[in-house]
């Protein structure tokens, strides 16, 4: 930065003399600094707001943590939803084998041919 100065300071003394010369790089020294006065005091604002708007878009660990709280309270509710059902398809299991062996007694009762059966045995029982 001071070489940059240095050589418009030649520049300026060549064409203004030594004393515009002087001032004028005083002068753009200045506006330098407060440029830089003004950069410093923007810094923690656009810091500030930068991390606002990363807040807004990224995932924090805290919404990683509520997510996680979540899906473990899903996964518990269909553990639950799981036994549950397991439990109804025994009953259903259970209903089913009755009825089907009531269908297959009512079927055989009702045959003519077993009606027979039943009364040959019984007459050679006596």
Known sequence: MTTALLQLYELFEKKLG???AKGAVELVEKAIEAVREEAKAQKPILKAEIREELRKELATKEDIAILDQKIET???EIETVRQELKGEI???RVYMKFTIIIV???ITVLNPNFTELV???????K
């Open 119 to 125: 009364k040959s045995i019984i007459s050679m029982l």
């Open 74 to 76: 899903v996964r518990q």
């Open 18 to 20: 030594k004393e515009e």
């Open 104 to 106: 297959i007694i009512g």
């Open 90 to 92: 025994r009953e259903l």
